[in-house]
Structure formats: C-alpha cells, structure tokens
C-alpha cells in the first residue's frame, strides 16, 4: 500500500466511527461476487452503450472493456451510431465498432457469439435503438446492466443499477476497486473514466457530487493523467460552425416563458445544415437557460429524420424525469432527461407548453 492510500483509508476510517457521510455508492457483496463468479473465466462479452453516446457512455465502456481484456477476456465495444468528434482524443476509441457504420457486420456477429452482453449507461433496450433488435437474437448470453438511470427494466440476468450515482464511470470505477483494486487502474482507464464522471457532473457541480466521487478522481489522478488537457479536449475543441450555431440558437431560439422560469430552444435540420453541424454540436445547449437567475426548467428540441430528440434540464426539485415519462414516453435522471416526439416541430413546441402549465398546474413546477 502506497502513502496516497494509506492516507485515503485511515481518512475513511476516521470518517466511518465519527459517522460522517461520504456518500459511499453501497454495491451489495452478492452482486460484486455474482459478477466475479460471471467472469472468472475467460469468455466472449460485448459491451453496449446508448444512442447519441456521451463521455459517460463512451468512457465507461472503454474503461470496462480495457480491465476484462486484462483478464483475458474477449470484448467488443459498440456505439449505436458515432460519438459526438470532441471526444476522439479518448484512448482506444478506435476499437469501437459504430452500428450504423457496420458494413462488415463485425456488430452482429460480435453479438451472435457473446457470452456476455454488458449494458452501460442506459436502462431500457429501447436506447439503442435498431441495435436493440440484434440483441433478442442471441438466448444464450448473459446481460448485465451497469447504470445510473431511474426505473431500470427488469430483462437483465444482473442488474447494478444504483441511480444515486453520479455516472456510471464512478460506478465502473467501484467495480473495478472492489473486483481487482486500485492498482489496476491504468492511466488509460483513468482517463476514460475522469471523462465520463466530469461530464455527467457538470463538471462535478451538480448535487450528485459526493465526498467518495472526489475520492475516485484523487485515485484516477494518481495514474498521472493530464486534467487540464482532459478539460481542454472536452470543452475546448468544438469547430467554429459549432460556436456560430451556439450563437445563433441563444440570440434567435430560445423562448423564455411561465413567468421567466421555463425555457425551449429548437434546432431543425435545416438549421443544423446552415452551420455545418456535427454530430455533438449542440451537446450541452439545453443547460444554458439554467444560468438565468429564475430558471427552473429547459428543454431542446433537435430535428432528426424520423423524429425530434427531446432533451430536459431542471433546478432542485423539478422532477424532469416524470415529466419526460408522462409527456414525451422518455426518462432519465431528477434533473436531467430525455424523450421523443413524433409530431412536428411547431406541434412539439406547443405540446411542451401546454405540458408545462400542466404540470405546474399540479404543483410539481
């Protein structure tokens, strides 16, 4: 045991018999063992994240899939469709296979042998889209759910579903501590994980954020990873057609109504075209609203073919979660959701503001 640990356990120590509250993700000992029983042996696993994937989503997956190859496992990530160009930087990105540009069909087969199939970062089947249908194919494999979201669904062999969490990265980051240790950690995986636990914080900012998540970024730390450069690589790389695009939905989109305390923005693809959108580009824009000092609740509507993306942002106790759930068939966190509509824009529109008085209507706004 090195100094920084040494110091870390007799500070939680200290912390247990004075009974101060670190904010201890408890992942039960049946789970962690059922889990290391599943894959004490070498076997064929891939690994899933959602739609539109994240830094969560991405790094979590890197991250698991780096320490089960060093148990000599064989492991195939796949994304839905491609990760938003900010975070190509992120170490052995290249090996995930993209669904949607899967012409040599390496997702399908990857899935048709697996043993295990690892769910991260999503809880229904729903979020991968067509890629959900390949997963049916295969009766034989093992799933498993690591995640963070509200309401998991039950079509999982094991389930560590802890939405407390702040991400699912902090969550990998507890697996691999209590299966294999801290000293498994490479610098490689901390960087993976770092990016996923300060994305989905806000940059550790939101409520969230307990002492244990800052424990796990001082261990992450330790491997020697660049935290300025991290940040630089997520936050400070967007294109210029992104910055205009930023610009232009603040100044000529967003709709500030219900007394100043709900806010909507919308982007069609028309508009997307115009400033050379990629895909991440208006990541991020749903939280702006949230800066004005009576904001309680925003929204962003993205244009896509077949429907539009609905994304919810909300203050304290504003539930988006519910009002995703209940208006547009989605879900997510208390203070971060998402969902679908299938009407046009301007019906959307109308639909989220007719929703909005009705849920304050309800005393839940």
């Known amino acids: 045991m090195d100094k920084i640990e040494a110091i870390l356990c007799i500070y939680t120590y200290f912390c247990y018999i004075c009974e101060i509250n670190l904010g201890f993700m408890e992942i ?73 540009q899967d012409d ?57 579903s802890y939405p407390k969490a702040s991400s699912t990265c902090y969550l990998v980051a507890l697996l691999v501590e209590r299966l294999f240790g801290i000293e498994h950690i490479s610098c ?24 244990d998540v800052f424990r796990v970024v001082s261990l992450l730390a330790e491997t020697g990873i660049s935290i300025p450069d991290i940040h630089n690589h997520v936050y400070n790389s967007f294109t210029e ?40 580009d208006s990541e991020g824009f749903v939280n702006y609203p949230l800066t004005i000092k009576k904001m309680k609740m925003s929204a962003m509507f993205t244009e896509h073919t077949d429907f539009i993306r609905v994304s919810l942002r909300s203050r304290g106790d504003i539930d988006v979660n519910l009002f995703a759930q209940r208006y547009f068939n989605g879900g997510g966190h208390k203070n971060a959701a998402g969902g679908k509509s299938f009407m046009t824009m301007d019906e959307t529109i109308k639909h989220y503001e007719k929703c909005v008085k009705e849920y304050a209507a309800e005393g839940l706004l």
């Open 28 to 100: 039960s000992t049946a789970k962690i063992e059922a889990l290391r029983e599943l894959i004490a042996t070498p076997r064929s696993i891939v690994i899933l994240s959602h739609t539109n994937p994240d830094g969560d989503a991405v790094g979590s997956s890197l991250a698991w899939a780096e320490i089960l190859r060093k148990q000599g496992h064989e492991v195939t990530c796949i994304l839905p469709n491609r990760y938003p160009y900010y975070l190509e930087f992120m170490p052995n990105i290249s090996s995930v296979v993209i669904f949607k």
């Open 188 to 211: 490689e995986m901390a960087e993976n994980l770092f990016v996923g636990m300060m994305t989905d914080t806000g940059n550790f900012a939101f409520s969230s954020v307990t002492p």
């Open 241 to 280: 057609g992104r910055a205009r695009l930023f610009g232009y939905v603040i100044n000529r989109k967003m709709k500030i109504f219900h007394g100043g305390t709900v806010a909507h923005m919308s982007l069609t693809e028309d508009e997307m075209r115009r400033f050379w959108f990629q895909q991440g």
């Open 104 to 160: 040599k069909g390496a997702a399908k087969e990857a899935l048709k042998r697996a043993d295990i199939i690892f769910c991260l970062d999503f809880h229904l089947l729903s979020r991968l889209d067509q890629l959900g249908d390949l997963i049916d194919e295969n009766q034989h494999a093992k799933r498993v759910l690591i995640d963070h979201h509200l309401d998991a669904s039950e079509d999982f062999d094991l389930m560590l």
